[in-house]
């Protein structure tokens, strides 16, 4: 398998993911052109980090969120669509450390969140782990933790009821798919404790909510999200 995947990763490192035109040899997933279009996100909601057109959210209006506070990195777009697509469906695991290294940068220019006890990633379920292999946000969560000196706790959550995918799903029928799906490690000490959860998309927000949902009922302290887009 290791073979395989550092196969995969030269043939699909010479062109670009987004456009697919020849990349240099100093870029590294994307060309310059297509990389440009990452920026960062800026003029967002204080609470859940959706880009704002208006005073009010209607995120947070409709959500009911009860975690801290989330932030994104970027834009769900077509650059981002295809270095995550790559890294959950086509097995190209050095794109978590690109993304870290974006999500590092991010951190440090905006630092969007108080002190931090704990970092852990958004689960899946054993099954789908096991067919892909690795939790693509367990690979950049463990990235953060070691660039920036924080504890990782991995299994803090375990997904213990295998849920369909969302994409298709409306918000009410993500919410529902994903109720009672989660379960915390008794195993760690987290009263009072903040954490950081890391995931690759946010949409509607509804798998973070019932994972903070839960932490919350379990006396966690601040719950932070933070999501390398935002759909």
């Known amino acids: 398998m290791t073979l395989l995947r550092n ?27 297509c990389e440009l279009k990452l920026d960062f996100i800026t003029d967002i909601c204080p609470k859940c980090g959706a880009e704002l057109s208006d005073t ?11 975690f801290t506070k989330a932030r994104s990195l970027f834009q769900f777009n077509k650059q981002i669509q295809a270095l995550i697509h790559n890294l959950k469906y086509n097995e190209i695991s050095g794109v978590a450390k690109y993304l870290t290294e974006k999500t590092v940068t991010y951190l440090k220019e905006f630092q969007p969140f108080g002190e931090i006890d704990f970092i852990c990633p ?3 379920h054993k099954v789908k782990k096991r067919e892909r292999g690795y939790n693509q946000a367990e690979l950049i969560s463990k ?6 000196n924080w504890e ?6 375990t997904r213990i009821r295998y849920t369909n995918t969302q994409t298709s ?17 008794k195993k760690y000490e987290m009263k009072d404790k903040n954490i950081l959860i890391i995931d690759d998309v946010f949409t509607t927000g509804a798998t973070i909510n019932s994972i903070s ?6 006396q966690i302290g601040k ?4 999501t390398i887009a935002r759909a």
């Open 213 to 218: 949902n839960l932490l919350k009922h379990n």
């Open 122 to 124: 958004v689960p899946l």
């Open 56 to 66: 009010e959210c209607r995120y947070c209006r409709e959500g009911n969120y009860v």
């Open 7 to 33: 196969l995969i990763n030269l043939i699909f490192t010479e062109t670009c993911f987004s456009c697919n035109q020849r990349i240099q040899a100093n870029e590294k997933y994307l060309c310059q052109e």
């Open 143 to 148: 990235n953060l933790a070691s660039q920036l």
């Open 223 to 226: 719950i932070y999200v933070l």
């Open 152 to 157: 990782h706790a991995s299994d803090l959550i």
């Open 169 to 185: 799903l409306s918000k009410e029928k993500r919410c529902e798919n994903v109720k009672n799906a989660f379960r915390i490690n």
